[in-house]
């Protein structure tokens, strides 16, 4: 099958000038100055913008294309062998439909997508032309599969183990510091890295004013849709294994049906201030000095390039004896890249926080965590995390 683009892969149609009003919703704000931007760099962030919408339309072409390959396999094969495979070939078909399954949901996340930034709208009608329609080869399609496992990780039941083992020794390390009761909505607290949000979520439901920060957009758009979208709990049903072709035991394992979300996202108390910034750490933040109380980082500090310009960017943002609280492993993301990155062991970092004048509280290592595991498949990866609380 070619891989041109036709409105047969293309499926959605979506008004992106269309930027409603979301008074009443966690606010989404896209933290760039407009005005600063050149031509060029409006273009390649809308550009940028344009690919993940189309990475999300792609999802359903690029993986019927995965299941039909295997069908079509199948059918060279010898009679005999197709018959003993009948039940894998009926399970190809239970494959298809949950892909099916997966991409109305993804429909309605993307539908909400073009609304998300209050402050900033993409894809002016007269930009457009200038965008280009990438084909599916062009666009890392496989990325959906690890927001849908991030789903389960933050948003559904059966993520309750990963959020006790990474989110609760924050929220109680929290409320260890800041144990107030009356005013706690003026503690401000940053989670940098902060996924499809729960983490900031959970923060904020305890009464504290939350600020998450996140540079994907193809989280954000998650983020946006099940904060701001969603009023109930087990709304949606998912299929987030479906593209796990191996390591099943069972055939059911690959099309397991989950519901999310878990929690009502739309139980924030309007006396919070709760809202979500998108845009890269550094860039947002490494002008601002004394802002917050603390800064919660779970799995973030490893993304960095390096790493160094973090840890001042949280002393700065911290006010004098604020609390920065770290849950993570140190799985350099830019370590294979072609990018440049320095990837320090834990040893050396712990140098570099005390080199910043931060006094650590707390620390532990070898926290046991798993992220996004599916916890029916025969491999899994098993973190030894650390745990810090360091104060200003
Ligand atoms: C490993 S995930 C952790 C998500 C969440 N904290 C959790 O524990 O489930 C790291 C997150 O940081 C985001 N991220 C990476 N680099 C970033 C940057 N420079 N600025 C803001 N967010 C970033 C990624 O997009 C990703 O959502």
Not at 255 to 283: H, Q, R, W, Y
Request: aromatic share 12%; charged share 20%; glycine share 2%.
């Amino acid at each position: 099958m070619s891989d041109h683009v036709t409105d047969d892969n293309i499926d959605q149609t979506i008004d992106f000038d269309e930027l409603q009003s979301q008074s009443d919703e966690t606010t989404f704000n896209e933290k760039s100055n407009e005005s600063n931007h050149t031509e060029d760099e409006d273009i390649e962030e809308q550009q940028h913008f344009f690919d993940i919408i189309n990475t999300f339309r792609y999802y359903k072409s690029f993986n019927m294309k995965k299941v039909q390959k295997r069908i079509d396999f199948v059918n060279t094969m010898t009679t005999a062998h197709q018959n003993l495979l009948e039940n894998y070939s009926k399970h190809l078909t239970e494959v298809q439909t949950s892909i099916l399954h997966n991409y109305e949901i993804i429909k309605v996340i993307i539908g909400d997508a073009a609304k998300i930034f209050r402050n900033h709208l993409f894809l002016k009608d007269n930009k457009k032309s200038s965008l280009t329609l990438k084909s599916e080869k062009d666009l890392d399609i496989s990325r959906i599969d690890s927001i849908l496992n991030q789903i389960v990780r933050e948003w559904c039941h059966e993520g309750i183990n990963e959020r006790e083992s990474c989110f609760v020794p924050i929220l109680n390390t929290i409320e260890k510091y800041f144990p107030l009761v009356e005013n706690r909505n003026q503690i401000r607290i940053l989670v940098p890295g902060a996924g499809l949000g729960r983490l900031p979520f959970e923060i904020a439901k305890r009464g504290y004013s939350c600020q998450g920060n996140e540079f994907s957009l193809m989280m954000l758009f998650v983020a946006n849709f099940i904060l701001n979208k969603i009023d109930s709990i087990d709304v949606f049903t998912f299929y987030p294994w479906v593209s796990h072709f191996s390591n099943n035991l069972q055939s059911n394992h690959q099309i397991l049906p989950i519901k999310f979300p878990d929690v009502n996202p739309a139980t924030i108390s309007k006396d919070v201030d709760f809202s979500m910034v998108a845009g890269s750490f550094i860039e947002i933040f490494n002008q601002q000095k004394n802002q917050f109380d603390c800064v919660v980082t779970c799995f973030f500090l490893d993304t960095a390039q390096n790493i160094v310009a973090y840890i001042e960017t949280i002393w700065n943002i911290l006010k004098t004896g604020g609390i920065w609280i770290n849950f993570g492993p140190l799985l350099y993301h830019y370590a294979d890249m072609t990018d440049c990155s320095i990837e320090p062991s834990y040893e050396i970092v712990r140098e570099i926080i005390e080199s910043f004048n931060f006094q650590f509280l707390e620390e532990k290592t070898n926290q046991i965590c798993y992220y996004t595991r599916n916890p029916n498949s025969m491999v899994s990866y098993q973190y030894h995390s650390i745990f810090f609380v360091c104060r200003k």
